[in-house]
């Protein structure tokens, strides 16, 4: 029988996200057949017992596939459990048949599109750094940006820890005295990015909302409201993931071209 590594069928049970099982991992939460394990072990899920703080974890040899668009509300924290008691996006889709875990993250103040699925494969794909599917949000900054502002954010700026954002694609929707509604389209998954951004250009964000993942639009979706993607959806953002991931090989390519030329003279 095949083995398959821990972390992958954790995620793939709909337990966590790849990401996710990894940590627990690290932490030594899990357990194969009452003894502890490490990054890279691998299982038989036909006849091995994994558990995770203790509690067993009855593995499915088969399982449906979920994949869910939610109207996050603001006010819910984006986890599947949260100790400090507050309310998270798992309220929301409590009646589903399976258990199932976000995909990414929206803040406690931000609210729109959010994927949640039991696919590990899938998650992995949207959530990886250089797969760059993008996101569309809409953007409501006090005080009025000008146009410089506007510009900083389109080009890239640097943040408070150093790091520097990708160009983002920034169009102006309304431009009033004391407020700016900004479209917003990013590649990136930085924690809390488009907040981060900004402030790092002195302006404050009065409300933010996702409004597309890729070719998958929120819509008329009303906030706490879920429905399930379509075959075409989830295809499209393979797509989205895959054409992203030939991007960053191909500017990394690039890159170490450069760099050897530029040694050469």
Known sequence: MALERIQKVLSEQGYCSRRAAEQIIREGRVKLNGHPVQLGDKMDIHRDVLSVDGQKL?????QELYYILLHKPRGYV??????????TVMDLVADLPVRVFPVGRLDKDSEGLLLLTNDGEFA???????????????VTVHPRATE???????????????????????RVLVDEPERTVLEMTIREGKNREIRRMCQAVGLEVARLRRTALGAVKLGML????YRPLSKSEVESLRVAAARGKARSRQ???????????????
Do not use: C, F, I
């Open 251 to 265: 500017a990394l390519a690039e890159a170490k071209a450069a760099r050897r030329k530029a040694l050469k003279k």
């Open 124 to 138: 992995n794909l949207m959530t990886h750094p250089s797969h760059g599917v993008s996101k569309l949000y809409r």
């Open 222 to 225: 009303a906030p706490g409201q």
């Open 148 to 170: 410089e502002q506007v510009v900083q954010l389109s080009e890239g700026v640097t943040l408070e820890d150093g790091t520097r954002t990708l160009p983002a694609v920034v």
């Open 78 to 87: 984006t986890t599947t459990s949260d100790e400090r008691g507050r309310k």
């Open 58 to 62: 009855l593995l499915r040899k088969k």
